[in-house]
Each structure stands twice: as C-alpha cells, then as structure tokens.
C-alpha cells in the first residue's frame, strides 16, 4: 500500500491520510464490520493488490458537507485502500476483490449504500469504478467542491448488490 501512494499518488505517506497502512489491523481487522483483503502471487508470495473497508463515511471537512450528510459513519461502507501493482493489473484481482467487499458489506446488513472516492489521475482508475458504479461529485467539475479544493477527486457509489 505504501508503494501504491509513493509511486501512484505522488504523496508519499501523510499520516492523517494513511495511519491505516501503517496499522492495518487496528484499522481493518480488529473492527467486526471492517475488513482487509490480500492477494499474494502464488509463485514468489508477493502481495500484488490490497482491498478494504471500514465504517466510516467520508469526513466533512475536508469532504463537502453534503457527501458527509449523504453516506454517514455507521451506515456506509467505504471502500478504501483498491490497489493492485502495475504488472499483476488487468487481471480481474480489483474487481474480484471489490466483489468480496460488496458480500461482505452486504452480509453485514447495516449497511445502506458502498462509497469511494478515486484520484482519477492514477492509471486505470476512473474507468475501473465508472464500470461499477455512479459518479457521485466530480472534483474537476466543482473545482471548490472537496478534498482540498478541486484537486479532482472523483467520488463514487457502488450498487451493493452487484
């Protein structure tokens, strides 16, 4: 996951954004209605994508209200963390992933909607959600509309029952 926001986001690690990395398990496995998925190259035991979820709604600020308002904690199951290294992607790992996610959330049953949000700059990102789901706020249209101001992020819901 570290790699992912080094080479992919530019960012490097930021802890108010990326504690979970760091502490995976308080963030993802102590929760019973959070989880992390992993998938490992079978040949060298590599982690070659990450998939997770949590609790949490999107955070007003620096989210807008109206998305803090629209998926709240509690009742939404954020997606975070969908990251697949560049030579193991276009192979089906994200969405089977994503998948697990979506029975997970589903088997809950406390959940009542499946949110994201996607910096569209990083390769294949856009395309991959808009396949699963409905643009909900894009940043580059509301320039002064979220995380940051207008830095583009995309945020998505996903039919739970896909």
Same mark, same amino acid.
Not at 143 to 149: L, V
């Given at each position: 996951?570290?790699?992912? @926001?080094?080479?992919?986001?530019?960012?490097?690690?930021? =802890?108010?954004?990326?504690?979970?990395?760091?502490? =995976?398990? $308080?963030?993802?496995?102590?929760?019973?209605?959070? $989880?992390?998925?992993?998938?490992?190259?079978?040949?060298?035991?590599?982690?070659?994508?990450?998939?997770?979820?949590?609790?949490?709604? =999107?955070?007003?600020?620096?989210?807008?209200?109206? &998305?803090?308002?629209?998926?709240?904690?509690?009742? $939404?199951?954020?997606?975070?963390? @969908?990251?697949?290294?560049?030579?193991?992607?276009?192979?089906?790992?994200?969405?089977?992933?994503?998948?697990? &996610?979506?029975?997970?959330?589903?088997?809950?049953?406390?959940?009542?909607?499946?949110?994201?949000? $996607?910096?569209?700059?990083?390769?294949?990102?856009?395309?991959?959600?808009?396949? &699963?789901?409905?643009? @909900?706020?894009?940043?580059?249209?509301?320039?002064?509309?979220?995380?940051?101001?207008?830095?583009?992020? &995309?945020?998505?819901?996903?039919?739970?029952?896909?």
């Amino acid at each position: 996951m570290l790699d992912t @926001v080094y080479r992919d986001f530019g960012t490097g690690y930021v =802890p108010r954004w990326h504690a979970d990395i760091i502490d =995976p398990a $308080t963030a993802y496995l102590a929760p019973a209605r959070h $989880t992390l998925l992993v998938a490992v190259d079978p040949v060298d035991q590599a982690v070659v994508a990450t998939a997770a979820l949590d609790s949490r709604g =999107p955070a007003h600020p620096p989210n807008p209200r109206h &998305l803090a308002d629209r998926y709240p904690s509690g009742e $939404t199951a954020q997606l975070r963390r @969908v990251y697949v290294r560049p030579e193991h992607r276009r192979r089906s790992l994200a969405r089977r992933l994503v998948d697990e &996610l979506l029975a997970f959330a589903a088997a809950d049953g406390g959940y009542r909607a499946v949110y994201l949000h $996607t910096d569209p700059a990083v390769p294949g990102a856009e395309p991959f959600w808009r396949s &699963l789901g409905k643009v @909900v706020l894009d940043e580059r249209e509301d320039p002064g509309g979220g995380n940051g101001g207008g830095n583009g992020v &995309l945020h998505f819901e996903i039919p739970m029952g896909r």
